[in-house]
DNA sequence: AGATCCGGCTAATGCCATTAGCTTTTGGGC
DNA sequence: GCCCAAAAGCTAATGGCATTAGCCGGATCT
């Protein structure tokens, strides 16, 4: 062992506090080794190379937003959760726009783990509509597409007329959970 | 005027052709120069910078997505419209990946037209259901957010499982095309 | 024909990621 | 208490990229 003053996950800790301050585009390893009070190169002896700490990152921000949907569908069932759910999805978001915004969906191993978990936890909160399996596959992706959908759009200021949020988001709620009663093939 | 080899249009051209073939991370003013059959800084008599082309690449692609909506509701009204909207929207997504992965939401006045063709093309196809004004606008909202998000995880592999996509967005589409008939207040 | 302007070019700057190779610190075994 | 191996830091160097400055030639208009 050495100096253990910097480690991976201190890295990563300091680029998700540099873009939350300043903004995806401010993520450069040359920003985040200032912060972290050492020169570039150092870095590398901690992460392989800047898409790998983007990797970690999103790691990371796919574990806090687990946390809150894990949390939020605590002692609730049906369409309370999936209520508490997406409307804890959205705070995540309203309160870390620029975090999410770097979220990234490639498909890579250590991001597979946190993403994971945020599906299972959706995919449990389906089994109140008796949605189990290939149906239970189907209908997380239309809320994972709705609750990204508008999260995305809103983290980006894509919705620009004056109407209120919280009623279109509201709206998209009732959606989701009304369409979870659908029948998941034919209509 | 002098040689009219090279345009505004034809660098934003060059640059689409570019990110469909090669992804967008492939995106250089020295990529799409070499492209161009030119030196880099030529291109710069043509475009402001980097941004600008990002902005007038995402203004086409919008543009290119209006037409495709804007045909696909051509003679259809209510939940025959709305499908077909969701429909070419994903079949654009589909069939160019690349492009709509570097569609970015950012309001500037240049992609503010093309943006506002496509939320139009949504409002008058929610008339049908009798919504109107700051109704449809939540509305809008609600279609973007799941069409986008699905677009988006699509486009970036997000959905890993084997069970067929094609399935999962008609259950999409019916959600919404059931959810614009709930009262936008209450429920 | 000549002035003008447009659109191209080369050269130069500065930032950034990444690599190589050296130095320092640290903790464990003697 | 001392030595050594490895971890973690550093400086220097490389190469790609965006961007700016300033020059040049040809097309257009008079």
Redesign the pocket.
């Known amino acids: ?7 991976a996950d201190a890295v990563v800790d300091v680029a998700l506090r540099l873009v939350d301050e300043e903004g995806p585009a401010a993520l ?4 985040v080794a200032a912060r972290a009070g ?5 870095l ?3 992460v392989r ?3 790998e700490l983007r990797s970690l990152m999103s790691a990371r921000i796919a574990e806090e937003l687990g946390d809150r949907i894990g949390e939020a569908v605590l002692g609730r069932s049906a369409d309370d959760a999936i209520r508490a759910l997406m409307m804890a999805w959205r705070a995540y978001v309203v309160e870390n726009p620029n975090k999410y915004g770097s979220l990234d969906q490639s498909p890579d191993p250590q991001r597979a783990e946190a993403a994971k978990r945020v599906v299972d936890i959706i995919v449990a909160s389906l089994r109140a509509y008796g949605l189990e399996d290939s149906d239970a596959i189907h209908a997380t992706r239309c809320l994972r597409a709705a609750a990204h959908g508008f999260a995305v759009l809103e983290a980006a200021k894509g919705f620009q007329m004056a109407e209120d949020l919280d009623e279109s988001y509201d709206l998209l709620v009732r959606m989701v959970t009304a369409g979870l009663r659908l029948p998941v093939h034919g209509g």
Request: zero cysteines; glycine letters at 0%.
């Open positions: 062992m050495a100096r253990a003053a910097l480690s450069t390893l040359a920003a050492v020169a570039t190169p150092s590398y002896k901690h190379n800047l898409a």
